[in-house]
């Protein structure tokens, strides 16, 4: 059976990984043995799952060939014993069919995340500042490490621009449905009269590219170097520290200003683009597949969002899987896990029924 040539395959990787793992040839390389150490968790729990699956199938058998001998009593003991581990099996194979669906090929990488102040003015730049104040108390929660990027503030203490790296376990996973436009609907401090404005945020949520993955020739570089400037347009730097890179193949810009380095600031900036040109080319190649998902796309107006923060109703609603909850306080300050783990279920769902 093709299905157990499949089992076959990764038990004899993960026999050979656990061998290799081993070796001291290995434990002096310390990429290739951190590369082995990665399959080799991955196939542990397909191997685990694989090898209850033959014990099953194995008492199954092996009380199958007992009942056309066994008595009365015997059978009724037997006929128990191949229903029990009939429903093990089915358990075991439904587990291993979703362990060895094809993965999301950003799994396990770390991200960086660009939040930005869209429509609404100084509300929406406040809304930025809101939003990252979320990512970090989350990102505390899983004990993911934050490392600011750049930020451009505004006059009354917003972002209009934000960027950040998360590193830590499963940081793509959880942070890949956050990218989009995100609306919110509350009364501005700027506001007298005590009326509802509805202004919006975008998130850009890239997963990190190694320099192997995205090949960058320096000659479709331009570099520009200039003095960094605070809210207002003042400067605040005396030096020319900050950095804009255009990659002239694709028009795309980044601008770096945050460290004293210009140096420190071209290593983010290219490690921002480097993030950028693997996302286009993962979405190229997704789009010649499929045009049914169409992920962190939008201008950031207030008609288009992917999740609705109002204030007044105390309530959060995503709209792409219709979840509302009422309990916008909580998830302000990092409690994400219960959106994140709804969005999960809905993706897997999916995934189940187009294979």
Same mark, same amino acid.
């Given at each position: ?65 007992? @009942? ?30 979703? @362990? ?45 490490? @934050? ?129 950028? @040109? ?78």
């Amino acid at each position: 059976m093709e299905e157990n040539a499949a089992y076959e395959e990764i038990e004899a990787e993960f026999v050979a990984l656990e061998a290799r793992l081993a070796d001291p040839e290995l434990l002096a390389d310390r990429d290739a043995y951190t590369a082995a150490a990665r399959r080799f968790k991955e196939l542990e729990a397909k191997a685990v799952r694989i090898r209850e699956l033959r014990g099953y199938r194995e008492d199954i058998e092996t009380a199958t060939e007992m @009942l056309a001998e066994a008595d009365a009593a015997e059978q009724g003991l037997l006929e128990a014993e191949i229903e029990t581990a009939t429903a093990a099996a089915s358990g075991l194979e439904a587990e291993l069919a979703e @362990l060895l669906a094809p993965k999301d090929p950003n799994d396990g990488k770390n991200v960086i995340v660009e939040i930005k102040g869209a429509e609404g003015g100084e509300e929406a730049n406040l809304f930025a500042r809101d939003l990252f104040d979320m990512y970090s108390a989350f990102a505390g929660q899983q004990r993911w490490k @934050l490392e600011m990027m750049n930020a451009q503030g505004s006059d009354m203490g917003g972002y209009t621009d934000v960027v950040f790296m998360l590193r830590g376990d499963d940081v793509w996973r959880k942070m890949k449905y956050e990218g989009g436009p995100h609306r919110v609907q509350r009364v501005p401090v700027t506001e007298s009269q005590g009326r509802v404005h509805t202004s919006s945020a975008t998130v850009s949520v890239l997963p990190e590219a190694e320099e192997v993955e995205v090949h960058i020739d320096e000659k479709d570089l331009q570099v520009d170097v200039y003095r960094s400037s605070g809210p207002g347009g003042q400067s605040v730097n005396t030096t020319d520290s900050a950095v804009r890179i255009t990659h002239m193949p694709t028009g795309l810009v980044v601008s770096m200003q945050d460290e004293k380095s210009q140096l420190q600031n071209r290593n983010k900036a290219m490690a921002v683009l480097r993030a950028r @040109l693997l996302q286009a080319e993962q979405q190229r190649r997704q789009d010649e597949l499929s045009e049914q998902r169409r992920d962190q796309v939008g201008g950031g107006g207030r008609s288009e969002k992917i999740r609705t923060y109002n204030f007044k109703e105390n309530r959060v609603s995503d709209h792409r899987i219709g979840l509302t909850l009422y309990k916008l306080d909580r998830i302000l300050a990092g409690d994400l896990d219960e959106v994140v783990d709804a969005l999960a279920e809905a993706e897997r769902q999916e995934n189940l029924v187009g294979s």
